[in-house]
């Protein structure tokens, strides 16, 4: 799963561009109508105070929660209310807090580039969306640097510091956080041949998958900070989420996946009793977005293993270093090939940029530097989508592909027989005690292969990425016992630098688990004694 920040402003575009219909989620919702209390309910304003779940997404909507920080019916509710009260008031009421810090000089940058990148592929004779070289990128993005600078300062720049000085971006808020579901290959490949039915039946455990790793994000990971430099972290209301669900690449390939774009507005009981919107607490989010990741990948596989009897198995070729992919047994790998050029495209650019950043740097590129050259290859080498197609033109299209990959018709159906046919065995071993202490010592195991200290994010993924190898990923709360496990003498214990030296103290105000709000979720780190006495 990728997490990206959401610039306020207008950050929220390439959510419209992209032309998926969005629906609204989250536990945050119901708190949008709490302000509807200080107003007399009339039967044209109170439905706007209301956003239902799973109800379809607006551009309005959009520009207004995650453009500006105000409730997502703002401006209809603004002309409602002002039938009994001032503008100024019914303004104030449609506001989520304090609203979001826009630049404008940052919006006019994007805005004339974006035009500047259009106008450019028109004259050459290309789409107006379609990929531009580096190099001429880099020339459009200081001739309309140079341009703003003039038209700001009444001359041309000094030189090209002052020019790259007034060019660089301003702090903007963040609106909010885009966090992306996708599925192994195979799951894409099998929703695009599949029949109908099924392909629905896929698709609906994706959707379930999602909703289950956006309920863990909730329960673990919803928090906001009050008092003096936000001392106190509490717990809020929960999400509220904007969910596409896109079923193809810009290049036409299958490639089911969700973008959940949760609003960084949260609505919290504060130390004083009383409910106000705050800003979403993006740390621990951060944190817990690999242990997501982890829960999206169990749970689909435990979806489609109880509704279609679909069953997963490694692949056995990761490289040397990287974890094993699982993917659905029985569907042909040349369909994974066949349906990963755009992936393909990206690694390598990204192969030609990190050998650059050798050639320039002298050493290979770090975690956060890797993440970066990914996103410049995936930038660089972004077509203009494909034309639009039904979904029935798609599904056509693809299964012709699928057909001439294959060799036949016949193989194809053989394929799909073999997928829906090929019934996971059932858990052989009981989960015993004894069992779950084992696993919790092969999570520990592994993630102190890699850290001296280790925080339950870490755990958690682990455990996650064991029940699925050991063909547990249907078994309910099997993971929570294994990290709680894993968490305990003798596997674990509590790093110093980092215990909690006063859990049971009386009057600490404390969250919903017990934790006291002036120690931060998240931050207990842990270790074992064989690293201690290392």
């Not at 994000?217 to 001392?231: E, F, I, K, M």
């Amino acid at each position: 799963m990728d997490s990206y920040k959401l610039a306020a402003g207008t950050g929220y575009l390439y959510l419209v561009r992209r032309k998926a219909p969005g629906h609204w989620g989250g536990r945050g919702l119901a708190g949008l109508a709490a302000g509807q209390q200080r107003f007399v309910a009339t039967d044209e304003n109170a439905p706007l105070w209301t956003v239902e779940p799973g109800s379809e997404v607006t551009e309005d909507q959009l520009e207004a929660l995650f453009g500006r920080g105000v409730h997502p019916n703002a401006e209809a509710l603004t002309r409602s209310l002002m039938a009994q009260t001032s503008r100024n008031v019914a303004v104030a009421a449609t506001r989520l807090g304090r609203l979001f810090k826009v630049d404008a000089g940052e919006n006019t940058w994007r805005v004339r580039l974006a035009a500047a990148y259009r106008d450019h592929n028109l004259a050459v004779g290309q789409h107006k969306n379609a990929t531009i070289a580096e190099p001429v990128r880099t020339q459009i993005q200081t001739r309309i640097a140079r341009a703003i600078f003039e038209e700001k300062h009444g001359r041309a720049p000094r030189d090209e510091r002052e020019l790259t000085r007034s060019s660089r971006k301003s702090t903007a808020s963040v609106a909010g956080y885009d966090l992306m579901f996708v599925p192994v290959k195979s799951v894409a490949a099998l929703h695009a041949v599949a029949p109908p039915p099924i392909a629905k039946t896929i698709e609906d455990c994706h959707h379930r998958a999602v909703n289950d790793a956006l309920d863990m994000l909730q329960d673990s990971a919803a928090y906001t900070r009050v008092g003096t430099n936000g001392a106190a972290q509490i717990d809020t209301e929960g999400f509220i989420f904007a969910a596409f669900t896109h079923r193809n690449t810009r290049a036409g390939d299958p490639d089911l996946r969700t973008h959940v774009v949760v609003s960084n507005k949260v609505r919290a009981c504060g130390l004083d009793g009383v409910w106000r919107w705050h800003c979403l607490d993006g740390r621990p989010l951060y944190a817990a977005t690999v242990t997501a990741s982890e829960v999206y990948n169990t749970r689909v596989e435990a979806h489609l293993g109880q509704e279609l009897g679909l069953g997963f198995a490694e692949r056995g070729d990761a490289a040397l270093g990287k974890r094993e992919v699982r993917e659905i047994v029985g569907v042909a790998p040349e369909l994974n090939v066949l349906w990963s050029s755009r992936r393909a495209e990206i690694n390598d650019q990204y192969e030609v940029l990190a050998q650059e950043f050798v050639t320039d740097h002298g050493r290979e590129p770090a975690t956060t530097e890797s993440i970066a050259l990914r996103r410049r290859a995936n930038l660089t080498t972004r077509e203009a989508p494909h034309e639009p197609r039904s979904q029935t033109e798609q599904r056509q299209q693809w299964r012709a592909e699928a057909v001439a990959c294959l060799g036949g018709e016949d193989n194809l159906t053989a394929m799909l027989t073999d997928c829906l046919s090929n019934k996971p065995a059932p858990c052989s071993l009981d989960v015993t005690e004894a069992w779950v202490d084992a696993q919790a010592a092969a999570v520990i195991a592994t993630v102190s292969a890699s850290r001296d200290t280790w925080a339950r994010t870490n755990v958690a993924a682990e455990a996650q990425r064991r029940i699925r190898a050991t063909g547990h990923a249907t078994v309910d709360g099997l993971a929570q016992r294994i990290i709680e496990a894993a968490l305990r003498p003798p596997h674990s214990i509590a790093h110093p630098a980092s215990a909690d030296d006063d859990p049971d103290e009386p009057g600490v105000p404390r969250r919903r688990d017990g934790s006291s709000v002036y120690r931060h979720a998240g931050t207990q780190r842990y270790t074992s004694t064989e690293i201690q006495g290392g």
